[in-house]
């Protein structure tokens, strides 16, 4: 996956829209622009760290499939649900926001590998 060309976002995406303009201050405004500026950045990396992941979870799916394993791994979910628990805590982040976020990673990371179980063709079905 490339990334996106910057010309194109920056004409697609209008980082100062507001619903806040003339209603405000223009000091006020451009530092809710900085501030909006960063999230908009970390926003993105966070698009392409997890399409990073799910490529990764994508290789898991095809060795699964390869293999005849289940697309569930309940005591690995348990594990890493547990682990990014602890990591928000430490990251000051609401550690039940965490949680959700992860299981809805999990359900979809779950629902690839099933789909890549369901389309794959391993050597009995060559036979």
Same mark, same amino acid.
């Given at each position: ?8 976002? *920056?004409?697609?995406?209008?980082? /100062? ?13 451009? &530092? ?19 399409? &990073?992941?799910? *490529? ?7 060795? *699964?499939?390869? /293999? ?21 805590? &430490? ?8 949680? *959700? ?10 629902? /690839?590998?099933? /789909? ?12």
């Amino acid at each position: 996956m490339s990334e996106p060309n910057l010309t194109e976002e *920056k004409n697609a995406f209008d980082p /100062h829209a507001s619903s806040l303009q003339g209603e405000v201050q223009q000091e006020v405004l451009d &530092e809710l622009y900085a501030i909006r500026g960063s999230i908009d950045n970390f926003d993105a990396q966070l698009v392409y760290l997890l399409a &990073e992941r799910f *490529k990764a979870t994508q290789r898991v799916g095809h060795l *699964k499939a390869t /293999h005849q394993l289940p697309a569930s791994d309940p005591n690995r979910e348990k594990a890493q649900i547990e682990r990014l628990r602890r990591l928000a805590h &430490e990251a000051h982040l609401d550690p039940e926001f965490a949680e *959700k976020f992860m299981n809805f990673i999990i359900s979809e990371v779950i629902r /690839h590998h099933q /789909h890549i179980s369901d389309n794959h063709r391993g050597p009995a079905a060559d036979a």
